[in-house]
Nanobody, 127 residues
Framework: QEQLVESGGGLVPAGASLRLSCVTS????????MGWYRQALGKERESVAA???????YYADSVKGRFTISRDNAKNTVYLQMNSLKPEDTAVYYC?????????????????????WGQGTQVTVSS
C-alpha cells in the first residue's frame, strides 16, 4: 500500500504563487503516473493536472498557463507549481498515483484511474 503525503498549501492573496509537493512511499515513482486533483467546498473532486511515466502532461483548461506539474523521480516527489492564483482555485488539493497504463492522457483525468491517494492539502486564495 503506497502512501502519498501532500504539503505546501496555505492562505495566499490573489495573484500569489504556491508550490505543492507530494512525496510518495513508492520505491520507484518513475513507474507511476501521477495526478493532482482538487475539491472545493460543496463541489465534486476534479482533475487539475496529470503526468504519465513517459512525461505526457494534462492540464484542466481552468489552470492552463498558470499551473505546472513536474516530477522528481530521484526524490519520489511530484510537484504542482501554481502561479497567478485566483479565489476560484480555493480547494483541498490531492495527489494520486497509479501503476495502470492508459494510451490516452485523458484517461488519467478519471478518478478511477488511480489506486493511491493522499490526504489533501488546503489551498485558500483570498480576493
Amino acid at each position: 500500500q503506497e502512501q502519498l503525503v501532500e504539503s505546501g498549501g496555505g492562505l495566499v492573496p490573489a495573484g500569489a504563487s504556491l508550490r505543492l509537493s507530494c512525496v510518495t512511499s513508492a520505491r520507484n515513482i518513475r513507474n507511476y503516473a501521477m495526478g493532482w486533483y482538487r475539491q472545493a467546498l460543496g463541489k465534486e473532486r476534479e482533475s487539475v493536472a496529470a503526468i504519465t511515466t513517459g512525461g505526457t502532461i494534462y492540464y484542466a483548461d481552468s489552470v492552463k498557463g498558470r499551473f505546472t506539474i513536474s516530477r522528481d523521480n530521484a526524490k519520489n516527489t511530484v510537484y504542482l507549481q501554481m502561479n497567478s492564483l485566483k479565489p476560484e482555485d480555493t480547494a483541498v488539493y490531492y495527489c494520486a498515483a497509479t501503476l495502470r497504463y492508459y494510451s490516452e492522457i485523458d484517461d488519467y483525468t478519471r478518478m478511477g484511474a488511480y489506486d493511491y491517494w493522499g490526504q489533501g492539502t488546503q489551498v485558500t486564495v483570498s480576493s
